[in-house]
Nanobody, 124 residues
Framework: QVQLVESGGGLVQAGGSLRLSCAAS????????MGWFRQAPGKEREFVAG????????YYADSVKGRFTISRDNAKNMVSLQMNSLKPEDTAVYYC?????????????????WGQGTQVTVSS
């Protein structure tokens, strides 16, 4: 069982930055690939970024590539999402998710655990 708790969301102006964190419980965190997803009002949930169990492989949605960076610290059971050059279209609830696998997936249905989400609002 893994419990995930996101933090770091908030209101920021366009062009600004935020750093989201996801704290995971459990002794087997390093066995899980992790992903960040987001859901804007009236839209479907979408993949944002993924990272393998070791942190050696990462992948980003085209919409955030070059602006967002996913990282993890297995010693601290933590995964983070650094978001720079934020745009109003990045406004959404952001969720971290854990997949019982070495590698991430862009399909949210392949993740086993989800956090409660954190709101990110980018004003123009």
């Amino acid at each position: 069982q893994v419990q995930l708790v996101e933090s770091g969301g908030g209101l920021v102006q366009a062009g600004g930055s935020l750093r989201l964190s996801c704290a995971a419980s459990g002794r087997t965190f390093s066995s899980y690939a992790m992903g960040w997803f987001r859901q804007a009002p009236g839209k479907e949930r979408e993949f944002v970024a993924g990272i393998s169990w070791s942190g050696g492989n990462t992948y980003y949605a085209d919409s955030v590539k070059g602006r967002f960076t996913i990282s993890r610290d297995n010693a601290k059971n933590m995964v983070s999402l650094q978001m720079n050059s934020l745009k109003p279209e990045d406004t959404a609830v952001y969720y971290c998710a854990a997949r019982r696998s070495s590698y991430y997936s862009i399909d949210g249905g392949k993740y086993d655990y989800w956090g409660q989400g954190t709101q990110v609002t980018v004003s123009s």
